[in-house]
């Protein structure tokens, strides 16, 4: 079964890894901050250790984005970032899993303080 995790954070600045830009990450002890970044490491180890990662990548800042959408009967685009939200589309993973089980194992993992992780099965 394959799924795509999307990472949505909201940090301001924008920067990589996301958690290190967010308020509600930056409140924790070093301590904490380390386990939590240790059980992604040790996640992502074991999830390209067992062939389930198929791909991911880290996006840039939504202010350099450009929205398209239909309007009058022909497309139209705007610059980003997208007006409705102050969350923005950070990254993605793409696994290939045994079981939804699993992937909502990956998900609580990959998920972080600040952070909201969707798992979406991929079609």
Same mark, same amino acid.
């Given at each position: 079964?394959?799924? &795509?995790?999307? =990472?949505?954070?909201?940090?301001? *600045? $924008? #920067?990589?890894?996301? +958690?290190?830009?967010?308020? /509600?990450?930056?409140a924790l %002890?070093?301590?904490?901050?380390?386990?939590?970044? %240790?059980?992604?490491?040790?996640?992502?180890?074991?999830?390209?250790?067992? #062939?389930?990662?198929?791909?991911?990548?880290?996006? #840039?800042?939504? !202010?350099?984005?450009?929205?398209?959408? $239909?309007?009058?009967?022909?497309?139209?685009? %705007?610059?980003?970032?997208?007006?409705?939200?102050?969350?923005?589309? !950070? +990254?993605?993973? =793409?696994?290939? &899993?045994?079981?939804?089980?699993?992937?909502? /194992? =990956?998900? +609580? &993992?990959? %998920? +972080? *303080? #600040? /952070?909201?992780v969707e798992?979406?099965?991929?079609?």
């Amino acid at each position: 079964m394959k799924y &795509v995790l999307l =990472i949505h954070s909201n940090p301001d *600045p $924008w #920067g990589h890894p996301t +958690g290190n830009y967010l308020a /509600e990450f930056q409140a924790l %002890s070093q301590e904490q901050q380390d386990r939590i970044n %240790s059980d992604f490491e040790t996640m992502l180890g074991d999830l390209q250790e067992k #062939g389930e990662l198929l791909g991911g990548e880290a996006l #840039g800042d939504p !202010a350099a984005s450009k929205l398209y959408r $239909w309007t009058a009967g022909k497309p139209t685009s %705007s610059d980003g970032p997208y007006a409705e939200t102050k969350e923005h589309l !950070a +990254g993605f993973f =793409i696994i290939d &899993v045994e079981s939804q089980t699993r992937a909502e /194992e =990956i998900a +609580g &993992v990959f %998920s +972080g *303080p #600040g /952070e909201t992780v969707e798992l979406r099965p991929l079609m």
